[in-house]
Antibody, heavy 121, light 112 residues
């Protein structure tokens, strides 16, 4: 049973870089054919897909964030990570990592519990 | 790329059926058979309840069903239970050259 767990700083200041990590338990991030995504939820709001990395090496980013975002994999730690530069208060949100069902079904089957990130000015 | 449109709230009595609509465009919902639905209880992670328009993950109660017509997808909960009170989000794959996945605005379901 694959489980995901996010980790990272809960508080940072405007213009800093947000770094979050998602650790994969009970399975390998190198398993073929899975999309490993980051999704965020602004306080009291809906869900927003941020980006994914596919098969450990192919990233794809939301068009609205691609200039500030990078997603990478550390296979030695069974983790994937998000880096978001030049954060503002608008980046304050709960950040979830998620894995899809595989087989190009494009549905987020496994989720982490989420980590709250607050950007202060 | 705009969010898919859902009603803000839907309510029903225990045992009744409710339906939540999710309206997109011909570029997302209307093109791909890749609408998924998620249930989210307060302060919890979303849970996948429907994928590929109308398929249920194993173990999910059959009272959850879904369909799609044109640019509108729908989720029906039959025999509403108190534990169904939650927020529900639809999501559609939108294809290359877009932000790939667009979520709905979310619907709060209240069990009266």
């Amino acid at each position: 049973q694959v489980q995901l767990q996010e980790s990272g700083p809960g508080l940072l200041k405007s213009s800093e870089t947000l770094s979050l990590t998602c650790t994969v338990f009970g399975g390998s991030i190198m398993s073929d054919g899975y999309y490993w995504s980051w999704i965020r939820q602004h306080p009291g709001k809906g869900l927003e897909w941020i980006g994914y990395i596919y098969n450990t090496r192919i990233p794809y980013y939301s068009l609205s964030l691609e200039s500030r975002l990078s997603i990478s994999v550390d296979t030695s730690k069974n983790q994937f990570s998000l880096k978001l530069t030049s954060v503002t208060a608008a980046d304050t949100a709960v950040y979830f990592c998620a894995r899809d069902r595989g087989a190009n079904e494009h549905a987020f089957e496994i989720w982490g519990r989420g980590t709250m990130v607050t950007v202060s000015s | 790329q705009s969010a898919l449109t859902q009603p803000a709230s839907v309510s029903g009595s225990a045992g009744q059926s409710i339906t939540i609509s999710c309206t997109g465009t011909s570029s997302d919902v209307g093109t791909y058979s890749l609408v998924s639905w998620y249930q989210q209880h307060p302060d919890k992670a979303p849970k996948l309840i429907i994928y590929e328009d109308n398929k249920r993950p194993s173990g999910l109660p059959s009272r959850f069903s879904a369909s799609k017509s044109g640019n509108t997808a729908s989720l029906t909960i039959s025999g509403l239970q108190p534990e169904d009170e939650a927020d529900y989000y639809c999501c559609s794959y939108a294809g290359p050259g877009t932000s790939l996945y667009v979520f709905g605005t979310g619907t709060t379901v209240t069990v009266l």
